[in-house]
């Protein structure tokens, strides 16, 4: 009875106000529907229900009016940069670079070692780059690039507190054919296999028999070239 009483008084209150609302809210909404409304909201369980309810009505719509920002009229612009894939070992060493409290013999071994690492990577990538281009050339020869991509995170719930209560991580490993440039993705949640060498060979094998081409059918040689984990260079 007091939560009914408290509803209905700030309900009145609220409807005061909206009888001096510009898009005339008070004479499209008559006040029955208002208080049905209103009701039907706070008597929702909690808020990730009022949440969700809010949600099922908001739609997107386009910008009809762009409003000037500056006196002079034009707009006001900013552009951000967004490192994608980064390598964790180039942030950190660039981190250590700039820091102020490193000795400088410290810091000319760090700058030494970061240049080692851009080589190691561009040396990498140039093989990588060459392979490519002698597997499209000869038929005998194929290869591939594989490795786990970014884990998802499912299911994907804005609310907050069911966010945090359903972390199910679901892996991708992507197979990425330099042949033909294409790739292949195997995604499993974590509770059906895990990240390890036996779900590895399961991926590779099965691509191997069911998505090289029929010229490897007969093949009995493989060679496995094993690069250092080395991501875009910072």
């Known amino acids: 009875m007091r939560r009914s009483s408290i509803i209905a008084d700030d309900f009145s209150a609220r409807d005061a106000r909206r009888q001096e609302c510009s898009m005339k809210c008070g004479e499209k909404v008559d006040i029955d529907a208002r208080q049905s409304i209103f009701n039907k909201f706070y008597s929702m369980q909690n808020k990730n229900e009022q949440d969700i309810y809010l949600q099922g009505l908001t739609e997107t719509r386009n910008i009809k ?3 000037k920002r500056n006196p002079d009229g034009e707009s ?21 670079i700039k820091s102020a409290s490193l000795m400088e013999a410290a810091k000319k071994v760090t700058v030494a070692e970061k240049m080692i690492h851009e080589r190691r990577s561009k040396m990498f990538y140039t093989m990588l780059k060459n392979t490519a281009v002698e597997c499209k050339k000869r038929d005998d020869l194929a290869a591939v690039a594989f490795d786990y991509m970014q884990n998802l995170q ?14 199910l991580s679901v892996l991708v490993f992507c197979i990425h054919d330099l042949k033909t440039d294409k790739a292949y993705f195997y995604v499993h949640p974590e509770n059906i296999a895990s990240k ?11 691509f191997i028999e069911n998505y090289l081409p029929p010229a490897f059918e007969n093949c009995d040689s493989f060679r496995i070239i094993a690069f250092p984990k080395i991501k875009t260079i910072a």
């Open 76 to 96: 006001r612009s900013r552009s951000y940069s967004l490192q994608i894939d980064t390598c964790n070992r180039c942030e950190e060493l660039s981190v250590k």
């Open 65 to 67: 009016q762009q409003r």
């Open 196 to 206: 390890g060498p036996v779900e590895v060979y399961s991926f590779l094998l099965d």
């Open 154 to 167: 499912l299911p994907f719930i804005p609310v907050q507190d069911l966010f945090y209560l359903t972390q």
